[in-house]
């Protein structure tokens, strides 16, 4: 296991412009602010061109990261893709010595009327599948785009293991660990120990190498935009790294929560894509698929603990209607991770709801606030 993480949970400073030092036509404000878990986003059109929107997103305060972030910045590695002829991703406008990333008028697939049956269009689909092709050939050393981590602490190509290692190293040194001070005694009443993470290394061990490429690792319904003519646009690649293809594709399948029959259809598409432009990409991934889905069961735990004991609190008072639902919630992500995590039972909704009680109770308030950027 690496020993040098230099990756932090907390969102760096942002130095772009805020959005009152950009000269733009302000009659052509979008009158509201699009609301992100990490950036409130605001959508302006540039006085000086005709129909080009941009978006500017101002970083929300005291948010914590829960992922690694590989580039050190977005806009750079959108002007890569482009250059490797990319289609859709959106393009970088440059208003002076700052670029903004254009917005994409259209509906995310989040909010169309497929959501209820999970199902997306044939349309949608064969464009997503597309995707997986275009980002499966583009290789570690095509990026042009500054990275975040450095040379030493990137594993090789293909060494599949060492890239899920650093995952549960980041998980457990940079969300758990960082945060034991306030959470860990909740975490351990939920049954979740130091020893967790051992169990999860041995669950998910003896990966198949794969050559590395492009990921974007966050390929959810809101980040998936289809425009007036039908055609699909990826957003959002803040968390793209490189790495193993088959997480790429573990992390849409978890996300998405697909109907089984067109998860098994993504699954055999992809394989079909990726090994045309990247030959091995596929290799062993009806083994180690279900090795990459029972990390993300396990990382939900991590992440959605302490996110929804935040959002019960609200101007400093607990939000009582909440509790509830918020206790079936992580009940469901506690079972749903059991095996991966080793846990011998799974804490009942009265356990669960004791727990997030006595927390909220007893940790200190500084304690229950999310921590300043750094």
């Known amino acids: 296991m690496?020993?040098?993480?230099?990756?932090?949970?907390?969102?760096?400073?942002d130095s772009r412009p805020r959005p009152d030092q950009v000269s733009v036509d302000a009659s052509l404000v979008m009158p509201r602010p699009l609301e992100g878990y990490h950036h409130v986003t605001h959508v302006w059109s540039l006085a000086d061109r005709s129909r080009t929107w941009i978006k500017i997103r101002e970083p929300r305060d005291r948010i914590l990261w829960f992922d690694r972030r590989c580039f050190q910045s977005e806009e750079d590695l959108l002007r890569a893709l482009k250059k490797l002829d990319v289609a859709c991703v959106p393009e970088v406008v440059e208003v002076?010595?700052?670029?903004?990333?254009?917005?994409i008028e259209g509906r995310t697939v989040g909010t169309w009327r497929w959501w209820a049956s999970r199902r997306v269009p044939d349309a949608v689909f064969d464009q997503l599948v597309e995707l997986f092709r275009e980002t499966a050939r583009i290789k570690p050393d095509m990026l042009t785009a500054e990275r975040r981590c450095t040379a030493d602490d990137r594993p090789k190509d293909g060494d599949s293991g060492g890239f899920l290692e650093?995952?549960?190293?980041?998980?457990?040194?940079?969300?758990?660990?960082?945060?034991?001070?306030a959470f860990g005694e909740l975490f351990r009443k939920l049954g979740v120990t130091d020893e967790s993470f051992s169990r999860l290394e041995e669950h998910v061990s003896g990966?198949?190498?794969?050559?590395?490429?492009?990921?974007?690792?966050?390929?959810?319904?809101?980040?998936?935009?289809?425009?007036?003519?039908g055609r699909l646009w990826v957003i959002d690649w803040e968390l793209a790294m490189v790495g193993d293809p088959l997480y790429d594709l573990a992390t849409h399948l978890y996300l998405m929560r697909y109907p089984k029959t067109q998860a098994d259809r993504m699954a055999q598409e992809w394989c079909r894509v990726v090994e045309r432009v990247s030959p091995g990409s596929s290799f062993g991934w009806e083994q180690d698929l279900p090795r990459y889905l029972a990390f993300k069961r396990a990382q939900s735990v991590f992440t959605d603990v302490i996110r929804e004991s935040l959002k019960l609190r609200e101007r400093n008072r607990f939000?009582?209607?909440?509790?509830?639902?918020?206790?079936?919630?992580?009940?469901?992500?506690?079972?749903?991770?059991?095996?991966?995590?080793?846990?011998a039972t799974v804490a009942t909704q009265a356990q669960i709801m004791s727990a997030l009680i006595q927390w909220h109770r007893t940790t200190p308030t500084h304690l229950r606030k999310t921590p300043d950027p750094s």
Not at 2 to 13: C, D, E, K, L, W
Not at 322 to 329: D, E, M, Q, S
Request: aromatic residues 8%; glycine residues 8%.
């Open 207 to 229: 990966l198949t190498g794969r050559p590395f490429c492009l990921l974007h690792a966050d390929l959810h319904r809101k980040n998936l935009i289809v425009d007036p003519n």
């Open 166 to 181: 650093r995952l549960i190293f980041f998980m457990r040194s940079q969300v758990y660990e960082a945060n034991k001070l």
């Open 96 to 103: 002076g010595d700052t670029g903004f990333q254009g917005f």
């Open 319 to 343: 939000n009582w209607p909440a509790l509830p639902g918020t206790t079936r919630k992580l009940h469901r992500i506690l079972a749903a991770a059991a095996e991966p995590l080793g846990l």
């Open 2 to 13: 690496a020993g040098t993480q230099r990756m932090t949970t907390h969102s760096a400073p």
